[in-house]
């Protein structure tokens, strides 16, 4: 690399210096010193100590009053360490899995009632119809578990877990389309540019593995890519970058740019990264921007992933027995049986959030053939999910939280048959289910009517979710707050109640 470990360490008269300083052009010494020559003028008037309390609370990045933010949390004590949140990319019909709707057969054809519908809102693909029939599912419901909890026959593995289950029937949102509604869910905010759950999460409590970052996402090689998604759907936003969500992948390279180059060793990787730390604290020194320290961290961490990361993905450890629970594909990595043996095996390395992603739910047609295959890709895996955390005695402190960004109509959009339908998005009312660390077992929460259209017992909108995932975390979600642009953001924006009776 042109220098020997022996070097001396780089001093701020260094040419590598000098060029850092160049960059301190006349504007900007004008407006540093203008600025210091003010603030020197003000605190002769009001004192040293009154001037670096006002800089302190006023100041870009609100550090001090933000690190106090920080250094309170837990606000509450925590009933989860950890949450593994299975995203059901594309809308769910609630229909086809939870919410059983059997005075739907004595209706079926007949147009949706305007007093059901009370004007709501549709999408641009229902709005052109002349008609909106109404269809129940085809698809049988059984109850089980000690409270005869009604499960579609498409998730005879999660019904079987359905005792450790808190489902929630009465989730609503506003946002009707796919990206405005995944953003909100992940963001708190239907505009992209927030920072996601995960990275707030990271903020708040940090990380309890220093190999291993504390936000991973997974997406699954085996589900249909029908709505698209986003790396800024786990993206730090506005908050430090090191919070970024990571996206583990399948194959070669789990994570993209970690390895070394062909014909590049660990240690010149390590004497690589100690000039590259020199130079960025000189930059740091120069510039003074917080955001130099987290690349620093950002480099530090990967390096230590180079070790911990083939570790952990590698499932050739798991036992027969592992892989027969978890179901076909279990075996084939990236798949999403695969991704949750992953998910299970990164928090046991206590890695704070994990994120599975599994696309293809938005069934606009085709329903019954389509539903019914991603229930047999899902279905074993998510049970298999719970039951392993539960047997390792990790379900007690990790929260499994499972759902999608809406649900779908009572009514077909376009072909309607017998056996075959569609169903268009549906934001008033939707099914998710959590399991786990602080949420009451075995329940079901919320009501919805005849026509799973309208809620009509014990609302929870998204923010109130969010909140109560917080809450379980031991955060107040009102008081995780980070300033930006002269405003304190959080994840439930101004909005948001913790829902108690979830709670155990």
Known sequence: ????????????????????????????????????????????????????????????????????????????????????????????????????????????????????????????????????????????????????????????????????????????????????????????????????????????LGSDNLNLPSFIVLVSKNAPQDQPLYARLWGNGFLPTRHQGVQFRSGKDPVLFLNNPDGYDGSDRKEMLDYLGKLNRLQNEAFGDPEIDNRIAQYEMAFRMQTSVPGVIDLSNESEEVFDLYGPGSRDAGTYAANCILARKLLEKDVKFVQLYHQGWDQHGGLPKNIARQCKDTDQATAALVVDLKRRGLLEDTLVIWGGEFGRTVYSQGKLTATDYGRDHHPRCFTMWM?????????????????????????????DFQATLMHLLGIDHERLTYKFQGRRFRLTDVHGKVVNALLS
Request: aromatic letters at 8%.
């Open 1 to 204: 690399m042109g220098h020997s470990h022996h070097d001396e360490e780089f001093r701020l008269n260094t040419p590598e210096a000098s060029f850092l300083n160049r960059k301190l052009d006349r504007r900007n010494f004008l407006m540093k010193t203008s600025l210091g020559l003010g603030a020197l003028a003000t605190g002769s008037l009001l004192g040293m100590d009154a001037l670096r309390a006002s800089t302190s609370k006023s100041g870009p990045e609100d550090a001090s009053s933000q690190e106090a933010i920080l250094a309170a949390i837990p606000h509450i004590a925590p009933r989860a360490k950890r949450v593994v949140y299975l995203f059901m990319a594309g809308g769910p019909s609630q229909f086809e899995t939870f919410d059983y709707k059997p005075a739907l057969f004595n209706l079926a054809g007949q147009n949706l009632p305007e007093s059901v519908r009370k004007g709501q809102r549709l999408t641009g693909m229902s709005a052109s119809q002349a008609a909106l029939p109404m269809v129940p599912s085809i698809y049988k419901f059984n109850q089980h578990g000690k409270n005869q909890t009604w499960v579609s026959e498409l998730l005879p593995h999660t019904a079987k877990v359905v005792d450790d289950l808190c489902i929630v029937k009465s989730l609503y949102s506003e946002a009707i389309n796919h990206d405005p509604a995944i953003t909100f869910f992940q963001t708190g905010n239907q505009l992209a540019g927030r920072p996601s759950i995960g990275s707030w999460v990271s903020y708040g």
């Open 435 to 463: 399991a786990g660390a602080g949420v009451k077992a075995g329940i079901s929460y919320g009501e919805t009517d005849d026509f799973s259209y309208n809620i009509t017992k014990d609302p929870v909108h998204v923010h």
